[in-house]
């Protein structure tokens, strides 16, 4: 027993090295690839086309912008080009007179002035779902969610009978807040198929967190986008891929889908928007 007594800290000690050890990660370099971020809506506004490259792991700086392509885009009726703005940025706009309609078919074409894997040439091809159009939205504040509470932002729409996939997009005072694709809500319509919403919760905004705090006053407006179940799949893969693992020791990141042709990765969406606003009003009993 005496031995045990003198020998249990001393394995225990040499466990917990072992668990601090440090490891050193060697990753290596790939070839880049074309990195396509974009869509087009019902919004009548200069729509854009954001074009970069793949970037090692380690690499900590902003994806280098691929400029001087030629980047199109047809609708079936006709073929407009966007125009680099500013010129050097790897963004290119539509004219802001321009807007999506539902049903049609958009193709993304890309000719690039330096190839890429030996591609210089790039194509995706995305429909239009229907639009669907948001009665109204009624904020709630829930005390007993989250450390500080949390805002509700409750959707009233009609969905319509056949499958259905949405985007929610939250906006403070005309500023967006989901401004990226891990922010961004999406869900199918099985819950809700077929009837009217009548007030389900689809945005919450952390009062813990800085950029979705909600004063007295403000005016939110919430954005529903009629999406594709190929882009629905895409959001919630990037979303698993960037989010935090548990366990820490997951299994290795599978591909995300996109719909980039040789070799590209991203996603070029088309969907219809809807918007509704109100204004918060003072929490009773506060």
């Known amino acids: 027993m005496k031995i045990l007594k003198y020998i249990l800290p001393c394995l225990l000690g040499l466990i917990f090295v072992q668990c601090t050890e440090k490891i050193n990660i060697k990753l290596d370099s790939t070839s880049a690839r074309l990195v396509v971020d974009g869509a087009i809506t019902t919004d009548t506004v200069a729509h854009k086309i954001k074009l970069s490259t793949s970037t090692d792991y380690f690499y900590n700086e902003p994806a280098p912008a691929v400029t001087g392509a030629l980047v199109s885009i047809n609708d079936g009726t006709s073929t407009i080009i966007l125009t680099e703005n500013p010129v050097g940025s790897g963004s290119y706009e539509t004219l802001s007179t321009f807007f999506g309609v539902p049903g049609r078919v958009y193709k993304l074409h890309i000719e690039l002035k330096e190839a890429l894997n030996g591609q210089r040439i790039y194509d995706a091809t995305e429909t239009m779902p229907k639009h669907v159009k948001i009665d109204s939205i009624q904020m709630e504040f829930k005390e007993d969610i989250f450390k500080k509470g949390a805002w509700q932002t409750k959707l009233y729409a009609q969905d319509p009978l056949d499958e259905n996939f949405y985007s929610f997009r939250g ?89 980039i042709s040789n070799g590209g990765v991203g996603y070029f969406a088309a969907y219809a928007t809807s918007y509704a606003t109100t204004k918060i009003k003072p929490i009773p009993n506060k």
């Open 171 to 259: 906006y403070r005072n005309n500023v967006l807040v989901t401004d990226s694709l891990n922010r961004v809500i999406t869900t199918d319509d099985k819950l809700f198929n077929g009837r009217y919403t009548n007030g389900i919760a689809v945005l919450y905004w952390n009062q813990n967190m800085n950029w979705e705090v909600i004063n007295t006053g403000d005016r939110i407006k919430l954005q529903l986008g009629t999406i594709t179940k190929n882009y629905y799949n895409f959001i919630q893969e990037l979303q698993l891929e960037v989010g935090e693992k548990n366990p820490l020791f997951s299994g290795p990141p599978a591909n995300v889908r996109t719909n």
